[in-house]
Each structure stands twice: as structure tokens, then as C-alpha cells.
T-cell receptor
């Protein structure tokens, strides 16, 4: 268990529908990242939140939106779903360590197990 | 997109042999990390090397970094069946985290 929890693990829905994917970051991590992984596109960065604020945006479609709540969990909303949206959606969280040690100052991601979305 | 490029895209070797994967990138970095992904699972952090370091070891893993060539390599020694996975190099520059496309490693029995 990585400490990052994603729900649901699997989701099957129809084109045109809307779904919400949820992510609870590792305790103490302030940043949440969303990635989409499909067979033909590899791992695509969608969006990053830091302590409730959007920090960076990647290849996120206008049909997709996300937010990070005060308790730091995040949701990714996918609407008007198309067949091509079928993919694994990963959430990752991170904190920049400042207490010394080999990872101090670095941004190391901890990934959840992913949510597999199938659009029929 | 400023993805890194990994080479090779896929690699099959016999169990016990060493596996080497390479990564090239385009911009300056603070550090470079390698992650492993088992099929359909989340990525797991393996090792980090900072921009002022040239080589790092962790168990059977050896990472090198050449900032003048903007390239890194990951060596897995004495490979095992459990090493079958995809390996990603990840460039970290300030707040940006940039993933390579990954190398699929298959260890043959």
C-alpha cells in the first residue's frame, strides 16, 4: 500500500456519460498530480494541485476538470465521455522533504494503484 | 510536451544478465528519477540522482547522469523475473516533473 488511495478501481460506463475519480493523497503530502495512461499515448500529465490551488496544467481536455479540497483529497471529473477516454487514470502525491537525507529537496511522487476507466 | 526519450523502447534479456536503459532529455534539471511500473499498476520510485552527482547505487541498481549530454542510464544487474516491468525516467526541474515514455523490460526465464 503506497498510502495514496484511488477510487473506484474499475469503472465501466457509456459514451456521453460523466464520471468522477477520487484520490486521497499520502498523509502529509500537499501536492496531487493526475495522469492518464493509455496504450497508445503513454503516461500523460493532466494537472497538478498544491494545497488546494491549481499549480500546473498539462494535456487536460476541456471536458475534464479537477479540484483539490481543503482536506487535500482530489477529484477528477470526466464528462461527455468518448471511447478514447478509456485509460488508466493515476493519481500521485508528493511533498518536498526538507529534513535532510538522500531525497531532501526533491519532488518524489507516490502513485496510487489507478482507476481503470472503460468507455463503451 | 518536453518528454524525455528512453532507449530502447523494449528490451528482452535472459534472467541473470544485466539490463541497461538510457534516457535523454532536453532541458536543465534539478534531479532525475527512475520509476518502475508493473503491468497495470502504479509507478514506484526506484532511485534519484541529483544534477551535481554522476553516479548512484541502490542494491542492484546503478544510475549514471551526464548533464553535458543531458542523458542518464539505469543499469539493473543480475536481473530477475520480478524485474519484468516498464521503467520510466523522470526529470525534475523546479516544480516541473517530466516523464519519459518508458522502456518495457522483459526478463526471460
Amino acid at each position: 500500500d503506497s498510502g495514496v488511495t484511488q477510487t473506484p478501481k474499475h469503472l465501466i460506463t457509456a459514451t456521453g456519460q460523466r464520471v468522477t475519480l477520487r484520490c486521497s493523497p499520502r498523509s502529509g503530502d500537499l501536492s496531487v498530480y493526475w495522469y492518464q495512461q493509455s496504450l497508445d499515448q503513454g503516461l500523460q500529465f493532466l494537472i497538478q494541485y498544491y494545497n488546494g490551488e491549481e499549480r500546473a496544467k498539462g494535456n487536460i481536455l476541456e471536458r475534464f476538470s479537477a479540484q483539490q479540497f481543503p482536506d487535500l483529497h482530489s477529484e477528477l471529473n470526466l464528462s461527455s465521455l468518448e471511447l478514447g477516454d478509456s485509460a488508466l487514470y493515476f493519481c500521485a502525491s508528493s511533498v518536498v522533504l526538507t529534513s535532510g537525507g538522500p531525497l531532501s529537496g526533491a519532488n518524489v511522487l507516490t502513485f496510487g494503484a489507478g482507476s481503470r476507466l472503460t468507455v463503451l | 510536451s518536453q518528454q524525455g526519450e528512453e532507449d530502447p523502447q523494449a528490451l528482452s534479456i535472459q534472467e541473470g544478465e544485466n539490463a541497461t536503459m538510457n534516457c535523454s532529455y532536453k532541458t536543465s534539471i534539478n534531479n532525475l528519477q527512475w520509476y518502475r511500473q508493473n503491468s497495470g499498476r502504479g509507478l514506484v520510485h526506484l532511485i534519484l540522482i541529483r544534477s551535481n552527482e554522476r553516479e548512484k547505487h541502490s542494491g542492484r541498481l546503478r544510475v549514471t547522469l551526464d548533464t553535458s549530454k543531458k542523458s542518464s542510464s539505469l543499469l539493473i544487474t543480475a536481473s530477475r523475473a520480478a524485474d519484468t516491468a516498464s521503467y520510466f525516467c523522470v526529470m525534475n526541474r523546479d516544480d516541473k516533473i517530466i516523464f519519459g515514455k518508458g522502456t518495457r523490460l522483459h526478463i526471460l526465464p
